[in-house]
């Protein structure tokens, strides 16, 4: 870029200079830049959430098989010389056979009685074949569907053999006897659990597979041929879900160190301390802890469960290490199945571990399965083994001086690591490790206020990280806390809970099982609470009665009403957003709490809400509203009365800013026609009547000379872009893929381009309205009969609407919908046509003998005229309508630029988009309106229920979803705007210096002195002919606005960079544009003379134009034409108005003046007042009378000053004081122009004069506080357009006598343009438009005969 490469060469300026400029920029505030514009309006998509066990289940019964056979040693093992002797730690040779065995047996039982207390225990005895089977049988029996569990001890027996056997004895116990795994399985069934300790253990496990995987054949075999012996036989029971727990590998043989118990993989099962405190001693590090000895170990004291003592605290800092080590190290669904779906299993499987680490430093590898992945070298065990030496080392002085125990500082170590993690991790890396001893550490006292604050703050990292803690099994802990008294864990456990419920809503039933909603609705009532965490405990009652009818019960009782309605007019606006949805939820489709709210006069205290400052507020008020009229109980007088009431109050939000609080609305309403169906049929067909009735003036059935372009220079026709708020567009004319009916303005193949011009507009493709069934994506009321039928409707002024006899109050609502339904911005549009065309369907359905419309005034779809001369086409039989006199727009009736002739050599296009309507074929051309269509039609609707209908009670926006997003996502985080680091904060520094820089150079242009303007330095041809020009304050892009379409050129590289359609419906034009936060992430504004206006983003670089928002910003538009008859300037101004307005639509259309230090935005034009909205808010903030009987023509505002200047159409230019009440606002009336005021500027300096023009070409210039003005200059007449620079002391005129001239302030012509450059200088034509750069001394020029150019300053300036 020229400039820029200009503006790295230049000196540095001054660095205060240019910091100080890019403060302003810091400082301005960003219109439209809230979620609500930049995110879709919808909940988050639902997790899939597994951490529910949804099979949990119970070890119920465990039988406990003991092979020792004591004192005669297995013939295949020989045994080493001492050798590991202890079986239960109880030495056999210690007493007689008989005894051993029995005493060995009831250990055992103690043993896992630990970890199971309430199990059915059955031991066997060095048992038989026999007695194996009925312990298993019977075991089995008893359990039913839960688990067993199968011990089985073979010290006394020889190994397992290959072929998967395992020995038992004979009666006498003269022999040993196999017992093969495949009967075992059958009587032991499933699900089981199995533990082998024995020497190759490893081989009973893979045996276990092999015969699961046979059975498993066999059942397939049975399941496909019932007549296969197999299926005779009884089937044998599937073994899937077994689990299994072997000493060994294969070909491995048990430790038999002296020092170790005999059983060592019983004893890491069930007495992992015992061992795990043996095994320390007995390695080298031991010698380090002085005095410990085996002997002193037994006599540690304490509990296993009392964590308060040494045992007990040793106990839990196991439990959390294996937990963890499980937790990091297994997959989340096996981590699941075996640590949190059955207590015995997870104790086994935690002391598993311990196994695997002690066995395998004596060269034996313990076999599970499923398989875990090796786990004994976790770094967890460090902090295991550093706990076990904190302990120990206290030991000697305990138990010999009785010194008090030191609490290991285990616990507040591992939190600092997670606190750590949490503070200086990055966005994406693996979880904390230390996730499963927070959940361990809640459970004590000491550390809990600390596990539940870093709890919280890992919870707020975003949806994932709650999945996560839900996964570890944080929920039930949590969900207990509710009942603890403690004031100081309030906020953290509301907060914990608003995370959880933001990402699993359906643990609404487990907190009104376990009356958890007491707790928050006792916070939502204290007062004292702040309200960020009174905001959380609201949300969360939300999430407690949203379709939940228990929950719903349970508040109602709590006092939920009541406690809401006080908070309605807090000053967090968060809480009063989520108060108001609380209450919509909890008597939606609930009755009881809608009386009890009718009692409480609840709807009137939520009428404040409707006139919120937040949007989201207003909109929550709505919806709360909403289902307080959508209750579908029996009707009284006084109900009925209370819902006319609130849909009155709810139709003043028909104008309001935000398409959010719209759509809301349009929900609202639909509620109370489903309510009123059929009053709201009654009056539907009474309208459909009425438009039939009326036939529309047509606004421009004769072409002016002017408007039609001969088709050898007409230009391509461009392809615009599609635009996303378009895809849904209505299916009035069937189909939704705006892009195709924008390609399809094919060239044609001979005949050069085709002509492109607003003039010769086709008024054709009004939808062919056929009455499908709904789910034909047709509708029944096309949007031109809607349109039409709002206008019928008299409808001008929506004040009348207030106060009205509640007979009309459908009438009212109905003619709010059908306003709606014109609504500029998609989607509450679309949401309103389906309300109207479900009511519509019935209406006519329920009256469908009644032939009710003649096909004469159906607007129909004509095609294009098939002639090449440029005319007028008018629909067959009923023509275009007029421009609404009430707040109308026929938003997207059909997103197309205007329809081109084609010559006849083609077939006659017509426009539908993208295509036939489905269906449609099956209707004749004449249709009428609401005759029966197909047949198949008129069957289904006399089916009962053939018809579903459009609007269910359930039609819905999202908001609330929307709205519970905020709970999910990240709070604590600083926004990305705020973090110094980020890509955002380093983009918007890039622009403020870019910004800077722009702003420095023009000045050192500006300020030496601009003497000729004429150079031209860029010249296309626009798509249509132009009608606004708007420069952007900063980058080299230009908007070009035609009658409904945008055209960005980039005027430094001469090329084009965007087009696309505005939205605005044919009958209405683009009058003014405006580029909101320009000097940062820059929003296009658009005008129409409609009173619309749309505000659109992503335009003009490579992703799609988007629609940011839209609004009816003036109602009631009044067209006036130009110029007032005072006799000598009669004749020019009316030729000016004629040239302007070839559509003879007059007006001024609408202007508007942008404040961006404010964020207010003024508007008018062919109405009474100046309208201020304030875009923050987005509400009208104040109107501004303008006390003169004629239009606005344009607006210039001040905020330092407060002042507003408006230009009128009766040549006075009226100054306004915005701080003063309506009646004394107007300080100053000039009334020196005899004629229409074509501009009126108000210089931004404290001192700033107004400068005003008139079509006759005086321009005047006061000073605000004299009330004569204090200079004229004379300039050309005919006077069309007309710009001040607000740097420069230039203004252009354009005239429609076809050219430019530049005049200085003093008066003096600098330069005077009437040619083309180039292009053998061709003649400029008539000026339509144009507009100065805000800094560069650039003008830009849109003439009639398409041509856009810029010129600018002589090049040696530049």
């Known amino acids: 870029m020229k400039m820029d490469t200009d503006l790295l060469l230049s000196p540095a300026m001054g660095l205060a200079e240019e910091e100080e400029a890019d403060m302003n920029d810091w400082k301005l505030p960003l219109a439209f830049m809230k979620k609500r514009h930049s995110e879709k309006i919808e909940g988050s998509k639902a997790l899939a959430q597994s951490w529910r066990m949804k099979d949990r289940m119970k070890t119920v019964s465990v039988a406990l098989v003991l092979c020792l056979n004591v004192g005669v040693d297995p013939p295949d093992v020989v045994k080493t010389s001492p050798c590991a002797r202890l079986e239960c730690w109880i030495d056999p040779l210690s007493m007689s056979p008989q005894k051993a065995l029995e005493t ?100 009973i496990v893979k045996s276990f597979k092999q015969f699961a995987l046979q059975r498993e054949q066999e059942l397939e ?68 802890v002085p005095g410990v000895t085996l002997d002193l170990i037994e006599k540690i004291p304490g509990r296993l469960n009392d964590r308060r003592t040494p045992l007990g605290e040793l106990n839990w800092i196991f439990t959390a290490i294996t937990d ?234 709590g006092n939920l009403i009541a406690n809401c309605l006080e908070q309605l007019s807090d000053p967090h606006p968060l809480l009063r957003q989520w108060v108001a949805i609380c209450l919509g939820r909890i008597w939606q489709n609930f009755d009881p709490a809608r009386w009890c709210g009718v009692r409480d006069s609840a709807h009137e205290k939520l009428y404040t809400l409707l006139s919120d400052p937040i949007p989201e507020v207003r909109c929550a008020a709505v919806f709360a509203l909403g289902t307080f009229v959508g209750n579908s109980a029996e009707r009284t007088d006084h109900s009925t009365t209370i819902d006319h009431n609130v849909a009155m109050m709810l139709a003043q939000l028909i104008n309001d800013g935000s398409p959010v609080v719209r759509k809301e609305l349009v929900v609202a309403l639909s509620h109370l026609v489903v309510q009123y169906e059929s009053n709201f049929c009654t009056v539907a067909l009474q309208f459909i009547e009425e438009e039939k009735n009326y036939t529309v003036p047509s606004p421009a059935n004769t072409a002016e000379p002017g408007n039609l372009t001969p088709g050898r220079d007409s230009p391509a026709i461009p392809r615009l872009r599609s635009v996303n708020s378009y895809t849904n567009i209505r299916a009035a004319t069937t189909a939704r893929n705006l892009n195709k009916s924008l390609q399809n303005l094919n060239l044609n193949e001979e005949g050069g381009p085709a002509a492109f011009s607003p003039g010769n507009l086709s008024t054709s493709s009004s939808a062919s309205s056929t009455l499908g069934s709904p789910d034909n994506d ?46 500029p911005f998609p989607e509450v549009s679309d949401l309103a046509m389906k309300v109207l065309n479900s009511i519509a369907y019935k209406a006519t359905m329920n009256a469908r003998p009644q032939r009710i419309l003649d096909s004469g005034s159906l607007t129909q779809s004509a095609p294009a005229s098939p002639t090449s001369k440029g005319t007028h086409i008018h629909q067959a039989g009923g023509s275009p309508p007029m421009p609404s006199t009430s707040s109308s727009s026929l938003t997207n009736e059909v997103p197309k630029p205007p329809a081109r002739e084609q010559p006849a050599t083609r077939p006659p296009y017509t426009p539908t988009l993208g295509g036939q309507a489905p269906h449609s074929h099956q209707f004749p051309r004449t249709r009428k309106m609401f005759d029966k269509g ?3 039609a008129a069957e289904d609707g006399d089916e009962p229920g053939g018809h579903r209908n459009y609007i269910s009670p359930a039609l819905q926006t999202g908001l609330c979803d929307w709205s519970a997003k905020y709970f999910a996502q990240p709070v604590m985080k600083i926004p990305e705007e705020h973090d110094l680091e980020s890509q955002v904060r380093m983009e918007r520094q890039w622009r403020f210096l870019r910004n800077t820089r722009v702003r420095r150079q023009s000045r050192g242009i500006t300020q030496k002195g601009v003497s000729r303007l004429d150079d031209q330095i860029f010249i296309n041809r626009n798509p249509g002919v132009p009608s606004v020009v708007k420069f952007h304050p900063f980058n080299t892009c230009i908007a070009v606005a035609d009658k409904d379409s945008i055209c960005f050129w980039d005027w430094e590289k001469g090329e084009r960079l965007d087009y696309f359609y505005n939205g605005n419906p044919r009958y209405t034009r683009i009058t003014a544009m405006e580029y909101l936060n320009g000097h940062d992430c820059s929003l296009l504004l658009t005008a129409t003379d409609d009173g619309a206006l749309r505000i659109w983003k992503n335009f003009a670089d490579q992703k799609n134009p988007e629609m940011v928002t839209a609004w009816q910003g003036l109602s009631d538009m009044l067209p006036t034409t130009r110029g007032q008859p005072s006799s000598s300037t009669h004749s020019l101004a009316r030729r000016v108005s004629i040239y302007l307005d070839r559509s003879k639509q007059g007006g001024a259309g609408m202007v508007v003046d942008w404040e961006q230090e404010t964020g207010l935005l003024m508007t008018s034009g062919d109405v009474r007042v100046i309208r201020i909205w304030d875009t923050d808010r987005e509400m009208k903030v104040q109107d501004i009378p303008t006390g003169a009987d004629s239009c606005v023509t344009s607006l210039s505002c001040d905020s330092q000053r407060s002042l507003i200047v408006a230009g009128l159409g009766d040549g006075s230019v009226r100054v306004f004081d915005r701080r003063m009440g309506p009646n004394e606002c107007r300080v100053m009336t000039y009334r020196e122009h005899g004629a229409w005021v074509v501009k009126a500027h108000l210089q931004k300096e404290t001192d700033g004069h107004i400068i005003s023009v008139s079509v006759n070409g005086d321009v005047r210039f006061f000073e605000p506080r004299t009330p004569d003005s204090i200079t004229v200059l004379q300039t050309v007449k005919g006077l069309t357009a007309l710009d001040i620079h607000p740097q420069a002391n230039l203004f252009a005129c354009g005239s429609m006598n076809q050219f430019i001239a530049v005049y200085n302030t003093n008066g003096d012509v600098i330069s005077n343009i009437k040619y083309y450059d180039g292009f053998m200088g061709q003649r400029i034509g008539a000026i339509s438009c144009l507009a100065f750069h805000p800094y560069w001394p650039h003008l830009a020029v849109g003439s009639n005969d398409y041509y856009m150019s810029i010129y600018s300053a002589e090049k040696r300036l530049r």
């Open 778 to 823: 047709e509708y029944i009321l096309s949007f031109e009969t809607i349109d039409k039928m709002r206008r019928v409707s008299s409808y001008s002024s929506l004040n009348s609407l207030i106060g009205v006899s509640f007979n009309s109050v459908y009438t009212q609502i109905w003619r709010v919908l059908l306003h709606l339904a014109a609504d």
């Open 221 to 288: 075999v049975a399941a496909i041929n019932p007549s296969h012996p197999l299926a005779q036989m009884p089937l044998p029971p599937s073994m899937k879900n077994c689990i299994q727990l072997a000493a060994c590998e294969a070909s491995e043989l048990l430790p038999m160190n002296p020092d170790l118990p005999a059983d060592l993989f019983t004893s890491c099962l069930t007495t992992p301390i015992k061992i795990a405190l043996r095994w320390f001693c007995m390695q080298k590090s031991a010698k380090l």
């Open 934 to 936: 197909p047949e198949q």
């Open 324 to 557: 963890t080590i499980a937790w990091n190290v297994l997959p989340r669904d096996l981590f699941q199945k075996l640590f949190r779906q059955d207590l015995l299993v997870a104790s086994l499987f935690r002391n598993f571990l311990l196994a695997e680490r002690i066995m395998r430093s004596y060269n034996c590898t313990p076999v599970s399965s499923p398989r875990l992945p090796p786990t004994y070298m976790h770094a967890m065990w460090q902090a295991w083994d550093l706990a076990v030496d904190i302990c120990l080392s206290q030991l000697p002085t305990i138990i010999e001086e009785g010194t008090a125990f030191r609490h290991s500082p285990f616990f507040a170590e591992q939190l600092t690591a997670f606190q750590v993690w949490l503070t200086m991790g990055v966005e994406n890396r693996n979880p904390p490790e230390q996730l499963p001893i927070v959940l361990q550490v809640l459970l004590s006292q000491v550390h809990r206020l600390r596990a539940l604050d870093l709890l919280g703050r890992f919870l707020d990292l975003g949806p994932w990280a709650v999945s996560l803690a839900l996964s570890v099994g944080i929920f039930p802990y949590v969900l207990k806390l509710l009942q603890s008294s403690a004031r100081e864990l309030r906020p953290l456990l509301v907060f914990i809970w608003a995370k959880i419920l933001a990402v699993d809503s359906s643990c609404q039933a487990d907190l009104v099982k376990d009356n958890g909603h007491k707790y928050f609705l006792s916070v939502l009532a204290d007062s004292y609470m702040p309200a960020e965490h009174r905001t959380m405990a609201v949300f969360i009652l939300a999430v407690i009665v949203n379709s939940y009818n228990t929950g719903q019960e349970a508040c109602l009782q």
């Open 104 to 203: 060995i047996g009831a250990n055992l039982q103690k043993q896992y009685e630990n970890w199971q207390p309430r199990a059915r225990y059955k031991q066997s005895l060095d048992p038989t074949v026999d007695e194996v089977k009925k312990l298993c049988t019977s075991l089995r029996r008893n359990a039913k569907e839960e688990r067993v569990l199968f011990h089985y001890n073979g010290h006394g027996v020889p190994r397992p053999t290959v072929n998967g056997e395992i020995w038992v004895f004979n009666k006498n116990y003269t022999q040993y006897i196999p017992l093969s795994i495949y009967d075992l399985q059958t009587w032991m069934g499933s699900p089981s659990i199995f533990v082998y300790d024995c020497s190759n253990a490893g081989i």
